[in-house]
């Protein structure tokens, strides 16, 4: 069975740092291009940021470039991401998320950041 | 990677068929066959319906289907039911590892 759970959030004040974490099971995470998406409280999905199954291939969504950085390791069977100078709308549910071809398949429950003074 | 469009709220009585528009662009909806629907009930994780525009995974009853037609997307549930109540979100692939989701939309099972 596939699971994806994410782990590392939390309350953290603004200009602060956070990693998340996405412990993957059921399959290899090296076959797989994994998301990162979050949601704001009451609003809707956002993509935040995808990694190839080598890492040769790394996105961001624009307001995410040169804060965020994600990485994995797939001898872990983990997914990460570094999140740094975090502002208020930062502030949403996390989620890991297994792409398979171009669809977002399975997803983990998240994990919430608060970004908040 | 501007928003997809969707009509904030939709509603409809059990039994009826109801359908959700999801408008992007010609980079994005117009450009791919690629387009997912997700449903999400309160507290939930998002759980995938519809992809490759028409396709359902494993599970997903017949009475929801997907279509598209130049740069919009939809989703139709026909017989609707009170467990069909959600939030109900379209996404893309936009090309080169990107994706872009739609706002959401309600829908009501009155």
């Known amino acids: 069975e596939v699971q994806l759970v994410e782990s590392g959030g939390g309350l953290v004040k603004p200009g602060g740092s956070l990693r998340l974490s996405c412990a993957a099971s059921?399959?290899?995470?090296?076959?797989?291009?994994m998301n990162w998406v979050r949601q704001a409280p009451g609003e809707g999905l956002e993509w935040v940021s995808s990694i190839s199954g080598s890492s040769s291939y790394i996105y961001y969504a624009d307001s995410m470039k040169g804060r965020f950085t994600i990485s994995r390791d797939n001898a872990k069977n983990s997914l990460y991401l570094q999140m740094n100078s975090l502002r208020p709308e930062d502030t949403a549910m996390y989620y890991c998320v297994r792409v398979m071809d171009v669809n977002m398949v399975h997803w983990g429950q998240g994990t919430l950041v608060t970004v908040s003074s | 990677q501007s928003a997809l469009t969707q009509p904030r709220s939709v509603s409809g009585s059990p039994g009826q068929s109801v359908t959700i528009s999801c408008t992007g662009s010609s980079t994005d909806v117009g450009h791919y066959n690629y387009v997912s629907w997700y449903q999400q009930n309160p507290g939930k994780a998002p759980k995938l319906m519809i992809y490759?525009?028409?396709k359902r995974p494993s599970g997903v009853p017949d009475r929801f289907s997907g279509s598209k037609s130049g740069n919009t997307a939809s989703l139709t549930i026909s017989g609707l039911q009170a467990e069909d109540e959600a939030d109900y979100y379209c996404?893309?692939?936009?090309?080169?590892?990107?994706?872009?989701f739609g706002g959401g939309t309600k829908l009501t099972v009155l």
């Open positions: 490759d525009v028409i």
């Open positions: 059921g399959f290899p995470l090296s076959s797989y291009t």
């Open positions: 996404c893309s692939y936009a090309g080169s590892y990107t994706w872009v």
